[in-house]
Nanobody
């Protein structure tokens, strides 16, 4: 049974930092791509960052590029999202997801597995 468990969310002031973790279990993810998505109240779920597990190649949306860094630890089967210079508009529930397409996709419908989400709130 595949499980993705996020942690690390919380409340932070604008300009601060948070690191999200996504612990993956239940299968081998070496041929998968992982993504971090976020969903703010009243808005659609949007792609923030992604990483190909095998190569480590990373991809970012324009809104987070230069501020967020996605990485993975193969030994721990964990994906991280380091978020710096946070802005109030980054406030959302952040979800970890896995796709068997091997390539990072920005469309959430192409992801097979999802975590439960973790709340990130950035105060001004």
């Amino acid at each position: 049974q595949v499980q993705l468990v996020e942690s690390g969310g919380g409340l932070v002031q604008a300009g601060g930092s948070l690191r999200l973790s996504c612990a993956a279990s239940g299968r081998t993810f070496s041929n998968y791509a992982m993504g971090w998505f976020r969903q703010a109240p009243g808005k659609e779920r949007e792609f923030a960052a992604g990483i190909r597990w095998s190569s480590g190649n990373t991809y970012y949306s324009d809104s987070v590029k230069g501020r967020f860094t996605i990485s993975r630890d193969n030994a721990k089967n964990t994906v991280y999202l380091q978020m710096n210079s946070l802005k109030p508009e980054d406030t959302a529930v952040y979800y970890c997801a896995a796709t068997s397409s091997i390539f990072v996709r920005t469309n959430p419908d192409t992801y097979n597995y999802w975590g439960q989400g973790t709340q990130v709130t950035v105060s001004s």
